[in-house]
Every structure is written in C-alpha cells, then in structure tokens.
Nanobody, 115 residues
Framework: QVQLVESGGGLVQPGGSLRLSCAAS????????VTWYRQALGKQRVLVAV???????NYADSVKGRFTISRDNAKNMVYLEMNSLKFEDMGMYYC?????????WGQGTQVTVSS
C-alpha cells in the first residue's frame, strides 16, 4: 500500500514557476509509473506528465519544454517543475502511482495562475 501526498501548489502570475512535489509513504520505486494529472474546474482530468521506474518520461504537448517531471527514489518523491506558467495550466494537480493493476492517488494541490 502506498499513500501519496501532493504539495507545492499556490498562486502564481503568468510566466512564473512552481515546483510540485508528490511524497510517497511507501517505496516509490515500487511504483512502475507516477503520473501528474491536472483537472481544471468543470473539466475532465488530463495527463500532464508521466515518469516510469526507469526514468523514462512523457509529457502532454501543451507542457513540453516548460514542465519537467523527475523522481528521487531515495527520498520517495516525484516532482513536477513548472515554468512559464500559463492561464491554461491552472487547476488541481494530482499525482497517481501505478503498481500493476493498482492505482494510488493523492488528494491534489491547487495551482492558480492569475495576474
């Protein structure tokens, strides 16, 4: 069983940066993938970035070149570095860890982009 807790969200101006963190209670290295999702108000949850246990990454087209996902297995952490933030990046960000057929979700952290 793994519990995930996101943090690092907040209010930022367009063009600003934030770093989100996803802390795992158990071993994050046991998770095959960890994915960051965003859910804007009234919209469906969408994939933002994913990282595999071997460090492979993939990003939504809308964030390529601006966001970077990374993981620190020794600290049981996954990060999402977000730069050049835009209004459309605003939403609740969730991390999801997958282990076989199991999924573990955090409670989310809010990112607000406003001038």
């Amino acid at each position: 069983q793994v519990q995930l807790v996101e943090s690092g969200g907040g209010l930022v101006q367009p063009g600003g940066s934030l770093r989100l963190s996803c802390a795992a209670s158990g071993s994050i290295s046991s998770l095959y993938t960890v994915t960051w999702y965003r859910q804007a108000l009234g919209k469906q949850r969408v994939l933002v970035a994913v990282i595999t246990s071997s460090g492979g990454t993939n990003y939504a087209d809308s964030v390529k070149g601006r966001f970077t996902i990374s993981r620190d297995n020794a600290k049981n952490m996954v990060y999402l570095e977000m730069n050049s933030l835009k209004f459309e990046d605003m939403g609740m960000y969730y991390c999801c860890g997958r282990q076989g057929v199991r999924e573990y979700w955090g409670q989310g952290t809010q990112v607000t982009v406003s001038s």
